[in-house]
């Protein structure tokens, strides 16, 4: 039987399968709809879009640095079990070689892209996955860079993508894992916005320890504080988490210039799930 693009589209809607595995499955049953859906029920291939309602703040941040280049992704899933999952970062890794390798303009262009090693347009890889893993899982965010770059990921749960004007392999991982642990979000105060830098100003204000203070005295102390504040949010001016009696820019000088970082926390932003060691195990059991 001729199997069309409206009966694939059809059993996919209703199954939420990836788009091969509906067509295999119309094939397998010689067109019959009712069939096929069987046919995919009984590969765990028919629930995935049921599962995309659920919430997905666990997962992995992954790396790839290439010569000439480097990116970093965050991929979600349900639980922390399935995170630790080899098949599950298996493909958290090649995503990021992917990002790395094709330079996508977005996520939406990225998962509408076909991936050279398995010939299988991404977003339907995804779908492949959690039919066969068992829980929701999304590809969040990336970050790519041009040039010499460095990345450090600890534990899968913090990544850092750096970089810099020139390679150096032993400073960048360095400049990475403080980063990693100190958590700066600006590389100088060049890239401080006014609005962050009045908003302080005006907490630092507003303290009741300031208030019965003189005028001047008070924006004196504010003045103080802030650039104390500020400090600490640059890379530059922060001291080196393995030497605190060197600052970043102390370490770096004649060395290198640190162009861009990105620091990703795992599911920072994400709603959480409230669930218990034990309710997971048995919600696994139970599948």
Do not use: W
Not at 40 to 61: F, P, T
Not at 187 to 197: A, L
Not at 230 to 236: F, T
Not at 259 to 279: H, I, V
């Amino acid at each position: 039987m001729n199997i069309t693009a409206q009966m694939v589209k059809e059993l996919r809607d209703k199954t939420g399968a990836g788009m091969m595995d509906a067509k295999k499955a119309l094939v397998e049953a010689d067109g019959n709809m009712e069939k096929a859906s069987e046919i995919l029920r009984q590969k765990g291939m028919a629930s995935a879009d049921k599962k995309m309602g659920r919430i997905a703040a666990e997962g992995l941040v992954a790396a790839s640095v290439k010569a000439d280049c480097g990116a970093m992704v965050e991929v979600n899933c349900e639980t922390d079990f399935v995170a630790k999952n080899e098949e599950f970062k298996e493909l958290t890794q090649n995503l990021a070689e992917f990002v790395a390798e094709s330079n996508p303009a977005d996520v939406d262009a990225l998962l509408s892209s076909t991936c050279p090693k398995c010939g299988k347009v991404i977003s339907e890889l995804i779908k492949e996955k959690i039919a066969s893993i068992g829980e929701k899982i999304t590809f969040r965010r990336f970050v790519r860079y041009e040039g010499a770059t460095a990345s450090y990921i600890h534990n899968g749960k913090i990544g850092v993508l750096l970089n810099a004007d020139k390679k150096d392999d032993e400073l960048m991982n360095d400049i990475c894992l403080h980063i990693a642990s100190c958590a700066p979000e600006f590389i100088s105060r060049n890239e401080i916005p006014q609005s962050v830098i009045d908003h302080e100003t005006e907490i630092e204000m507003g303290k009741e320890d300031l208030q019965k203070k003189p005028e001047a005295i008070r924006a004196k102390i504010v003045e103080g504080r802030i650039n104390k504040l500020m400090a600490g949010r640059c890379l530059l001016e922060q001291p080196f988490v393995k030497n605190p009696d060197v600052t970043i820019s102390q370490l770096i000088e004649g060395k290198l210039t640190v162009k861009s970082f990105t620091r990703y926390q795992l599911g920072e932003g994400l709603e959480k799930r409230n669930e218990n060691f034990a309710d997971e195990v048995m919600n696994q059991v139970k599948g």
